[in-house]
């Protein structure tokens, strides 16, 4: 099924007092760009976080934003007295050094931050929800992008069979161009020979002239890219794939235009080439 890169996914749970929600966005981008934010005392899981997003997500620039209500306890404090005292230390003899005197020195030791360190303990069960929970929120977005996807490919579809019904007209103008053609060069060698005319050379010219607006391949060319297309359009994964057939249509499209030398046909190529660029819009989006 075709899957936009477009998503939103959500999950929570509580635990041990505490709330831990999970949120994931994700964009369209030619590669996976994670970038996730979390409290460092889940540091431990990010490796896991990351494998998932790129096993399940696989392209896109996904946001992850991992966020945490503190509940009760959990956090010890500690206070490094070896440091506190180097810091007192060094203190006493710089005001001995300017004598100054009646120096207050705790206050000054509580606001050094080094002094103080407040460790969060955190259970393995703990990580593993967080972990369980990205998961879970990954599938959320995976669901939205296939949702997505189903909405883009009717799009697609519809600017596909534009292009495919297009090409219907140009093969009913082809059949009137080239008796037009043959008419056209008859009557310039005939003006050219006044009247008298060389059959050899009209036959020449009538091959020459045919074989350098034929369409016919380009036509037959068009009309399988588009069948190609359309089969690989609910393949998994395949934007790439259907990126590279747009390309292909593209190419027999202009040559059409540029060959067919019919102001019928060139109209229709100049339609087709807009419902092309919309659909090669629509591919930016899909995985």
């Known amino acids: ?13 509580h635990l041990d007092g505490k709330k831990i929600d999970i949120e994931i966005r994700s964009l369209n981008s030619k590669q996976q760009d994670i970038n996730l934010r979390m409290p460092f005392i889940y540091n431990k899981a990010e490796s896991d976080i990351r494998s998932i997003l790129a096993e399940m997500l696989d392209r896109g620039k996904i946001d992850i934003s991992v966020n945490i209500s503190a509940g009760k306890g959990g956090s010890t404090a500690s206070f490094n007295k070896e440091l506190a005292r180097r810091y007192y230390n060094e203190m006493k003899t710089f005001a001995k050094e300017i004598d100054e005197k009646n120096v207050q020195y705790m206050p000054m030791l509580v606001r050094i931050p080094d002094l103080f360190k407040t460790e969060e303990v955190i259970k393995k069960s703990e990580i593993d929800t967080v972990v369980s929970l990205v998961r879970k929120a990954a599938q959320s977005v995976s669901k939205f ?3 997505e996807g189903k909405e883009l490919a009717k799009d697609i579809l519809s600017n596909l069979y534009f292009i495919e019904k297009q090409s219907i007209l140009i093969e009913k103008l082809d059949a009137e161009r080239i008796p037009k053609l043959k008419e056209k060069i008859r009557v310039k060698i005939h003006e050219g020979t006044n009247g008298k ?7 020449q010219e009538i091959i020459y002239y045919i074989e350098k607006f034929d369409i016919n391949e380009e036509k037959a060319r068009l009309k399988t890219h588009c069948a ?8 998994e994964k395949g934007g790439r794939k259907l990126g590279f057939i747009t390309q292909e249509i593209g190419r027999e499209i ?12 060139q109209k229709l190529v100049v339609e087709m080439k807009d419902k092309l660029e919309k659909i090669k819009e629509q591919l930016l989006n899909v995985l």
């Open 1 to 13: 099924m075709l899957q936009s890169m477009t998503g939103y996914g959500s999950a929570s749970a």
């Open 145 to 147: 992008r296939l949702a």
């Open 197 to 203: 005319m060389d059959m050899n050379r009209f036959e």
């Open 228 to 235: 190609y297309f359309r089969q690989n359009l609910n393949e």
């Open 254 to 265: 202009n040559t059409i235009g540029s060959k067919a030398n019919d102001s019928g046909i």
